[in-house]
């Protein structure tokens, strides 16, 4: 249980590290940035955090 916490607290962090790449690159809203990372990862089929993390080490989303 520990560990699935530290697990969802890793992943909440990258993904609004993601989220505040996208707003300063792309001069959108946290909304904005939320929806878009969202939609890319469904349109890609690709885990959300998986795609934060992309993010997060690219500076981009692809």
Do not use: F, H, K, Y
Not at 32 to 39: C, P, T
Not at 46 to 62: K, N, S, Y
């Amino acid at each position: 249980m520990v560990r699935d916490l530290c697990t969802a607290l890793v992943s909440n962090r990258r993904t609004g590290m993601a989220i505040g790449i996208l707003m300063a690159s792309r001069r959108i809203s946290e909304q904005a940035a939320s929806d878009l990372l969202r939609q890319a990862s469904q349109s890609r089929n690709v885990e959300l955090q998986e795609l934060a993390e992309e993010v997060t080490w690219t500076g981009t989303l692809r």
